[in-house]
């Protein structure tokens, strides 16, 4: 028996022609970008906003329709605490993993990834509070252009401003 399909769709928001999130899941080092990976496909496609109030997320105060998701385990363990079979060559020791991701959930269970970053290289306040504020300047824009693109109906995706993954 196979897993039932995510109930939620990843999209990484885009602006000029450039993705942010997907640029900085790209960058990471391989155990990390594994770790995020997994977690967005098996995590985040699964449960969208139910993360808030887990310890994978919550929702930012000041910052409205903007949550955190957390990363905090490496690919083999976000797949075997979902009951999934782990790859022999995610199976090496890992290091440290401590990621965030901002989002925001909109439309017909659609999660925008609007920023990111790792808390474990920078974990000051400072630098979560500009990640926070990247994020709402993001959502800003993108309801913007969704506004001056006609808001989408139920079930259409909008026509810019992310990329699905």
Known sequence: MSAPPPAWTIEFYEEKG???VLEFLRGLDELKEQALAAALSNVLA???IGVCGSSWGKWI???PGIFEFRVRHDAAT???ERGLPVPEHLE???GAI????FCHAHGNKIVLLLAAYDKGKEPSAKRQ???IARAKQRLTLWKAQQKADGEPSAGRRPRSGKRKR
Do not use: K
Request: proline share 9%.
């Open 18 to 20: 450039r993705e942010p």
């Open 46 to 48: 699964y449960e969208g």
């Open 61 to 63: 105060p000041g910052a």
């Open 78 to 80: 976000i797949l075997r």
């Open 92 to 94: 090496r020791a890992g």
């Open 98 to 101: 401590l990621l965030r991701v």
């Open 129 to 131: 509070n500009t990640e």
